[in-house]
């Protein structure tokens, strides 16, 4: 059974940082790319950033209001994905959710979610 | 970037049909044929209903159908019942290696 799971969310101060993990079981993971996503309390949903396989260098991409502040990694050998948020805002509390993927360059769908990891950005 | 537009609530009753659009741009919806519609229930994570505009998942039952004319993509939904009751999200690629979404419909199954 495809699974992803999200830690290490939780309450932390504007301006400083906070990293999730995404662990995965029940598939390649270094065949997939993962996409993380975020939804704001009573709020749509957002995409954040992808990053691809190693065979497209594990590049990635983000969205505009978190291009420069926050950044993706993957250990394919422990099947983990983090993503590595900076310089945090209040309005960056949301509920994040890690995905698998589909694509290579393009990487525009998920198919697999998880349950999602709450940060609460606040003073 | 601005978010695609998508009513903010639809309804129907048990066994009728309905249509929830996505209005983009032609650097969106319009411009590429990667467009993919979440299903949310209260709580939960998103769940992929369609993909690639038109394309649907095993396990998703065939009521559920996208489509797309210029810049608006389509879902319909056929024969309602009670559990399509939730929250759907449509996802564009919008170029440049980047996704937008619409705000969100809110499904009544009266």
């Known amino acids: 059974e495809v699974q992803v799971v999200e830690s290490g969310g939780g309450l932390v101060q504007p301006g400083r940082s906070l990293r999730l993990s995404c662990t995965a079981s029940?598939?390649?993971?270094?065949?997939?790319?993962i996409s993380w996503f975020r939804q704001a309390p009573g709020k749509g949903l957002e995409w954040v950033g992808f990053i691809r396989v190693k065979a497209y260098g594990e590049s990635t991409e983000f969205a505009a209001s978190v291009k420069g502040r926050f950044s993706l990694s993957r250990d394919d050998s422990e099947r983990i994905a983090y993503l590595q948020m900076n310089t945090l805002k209040t309005e960056d509390t949301a509920v994040y959710y890690c995905?698998?993927?589909?694509?290579?360059?393009?990487?525009?769908?998920?198919?697999?979610w998880g349950q999602g990891a709450l940060v609460t950005v606040s003073s | 970037q601005s978010a695609l537009t998508q009513p903010r609530s639809v309804s129907g009753s048990p066994g009728q049909s309905v249509t929830i659009s996505c209005t983009g741009t032609?650097?969106?919806?319009?411009?590429?044929?990667?467009v993919t519609w979440y299903q949310q229930h209260p709580g939960k994570a998103p769940k992929r209903m369609i993909y690639d505009v038109s394309k649907r998942p095993s396990g998703v039952p065939d009521r559920f159908s996208g489509s797309k004319s210029g810049n608006t993509a389509s879902l319909t939904i056929s024969g309602l019942q009670a559990e399509d009751e939730g929250d759907y999200y449509c996802?564009?690629?919008?170029?440049?290696?980047?996704?937008?979404f619409g705000g969100g419909t809110k499904l009544t199954v009266l």
């Open positions: 995905t698998r993927a589909l694509g290579t360059m393009i990487v525009a769908v998920s198919d697999y």
């Open positions: 032609s650097s969106d919806v319009g411009g590429y044929n990667y």
């Open positions: 029940g598939f390649t993971f270094g065949d997939y790319p």
């Open positions: 996802c564009s690629y919008a170029g440049s290696y980047t996704l937008i």
